[in-house]
């Protein structure tokens, strides 16, 4: 009896031990996208307290105001464009796997684009414009390949337009306007879609070589410092 009895306990303190333990691990995967916009938040000057629901503590961000997720509590958007935020970005982005819009425009954030939101594999749209970024658009962008906007527009940005980019083929909108680029436009790859608009008023950056004839039509575009896509 006493051995059946100590059996039945031991394998219920085993049990209890593999639930603790499995919970654990729920809580740490759970908290690992939590954590990253954590790591943002401590990164950014909020001064209009857009991020006070911020609340680390809880087992996932799913609940945060600007934050979206999907049916399996993996963050899909993050929407803080107008927000009057500055500071920087965090490589910690780069964790937010199933992460499809990053929209940031219209702040004063500052520093780099970190090389790590090249991992963001399932990102639709990175919007970064109006903003005071420096430093050089990262290579590893042009891993993202569901990307379809991409628009840098309104920053401070150096360096050449990474050739790899003209390999995202789902790229439909880019406006890159409004910066410090060098160097030679991309033409060939999803790059054949855009027009002067996209690189407008970058200063040292080279001109696109003069348009064959009657390949581009002449009509002035509609709607200034977006790119157009013109449909014969
Ligand atoms: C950036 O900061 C300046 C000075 O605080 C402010 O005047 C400006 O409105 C801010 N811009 C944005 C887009 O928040
Ligand atoms: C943005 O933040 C600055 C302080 O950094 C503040 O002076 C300004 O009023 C804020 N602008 C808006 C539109 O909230
Ligand atoms: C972007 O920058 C250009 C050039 O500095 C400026 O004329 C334009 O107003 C800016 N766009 C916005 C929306 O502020
Ligand atoms: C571009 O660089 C020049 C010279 O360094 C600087 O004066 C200008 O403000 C920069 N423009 C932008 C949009 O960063
Ligand atoms: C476009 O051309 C550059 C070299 O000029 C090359 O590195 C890149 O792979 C090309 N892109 C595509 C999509 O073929």
Redesign the pocket.
């Known amino acids: 009896m006493d051995a059946v009895m100590s059996t039945t306990s031991g394998s219920a303190s085993v049990w209890l031990f593999l639930l603790f333990g499995f919970l654990q691990l729920l809580k740490l995967s759970g908290n690992v996208e939590g954590d990253a916009l954590n790591a943002l938040k401590s990164n950014l000057v909020d001064p209009n307290n857009v991020l006070q629901s911020w609340d680390p503590t809880l087992v996932n961000p799913c609940t945060w105001f600007h934050v979206t997720c999907n049916s399996e509590n993996s963050v899909t958007r993050v929407d803080l464009g107008n927000a009057?935020l500055s500071g920087q970005l965090v490589s910690q982005l780069g964790v937010l796997s199933n992460l499809q819009y990053l929209e940031l425009y219209?702040?004063?954030i500052t520093g780099n684009i970190p090389a790590e939101l090249g991992t963001l594999t399932n990102l639709v749209s990175l919007d970064l414009y109006?903003n005071s970024l420096r430093g050089t658009i990262p290579d590893t962008l042009s891993k993202l390949e569901k990307l379809r906007f991409l628009r840098l527009n309104n920053n401070s940005l150096t360096g050449n337009i990474p050739m790899a980019l003209t390999k995202i083929q789902s790229l439909q909108v880019l406006d890159l306007s409004n910066n410090n680029l060098t160097g030679d436009i991309p033409v060939n790859g999803s790059f054949s879609l855009f027009t002067p608009i996209s690189y407008n008023n970058n200063p040292f950056l080279k001109a696109l070589p003069a348009s064959p004839p009657s390949s581009v039509p002449s009509t002035p575009p509609s709607s200034p410092g977006l790119p157009v896509i013109v449909f014969l």
Request: charged content about 0%; hydrophobic content about 20%; glycine content about 0%.
């Open positions: 009057n219209s702040n004063n109006l």
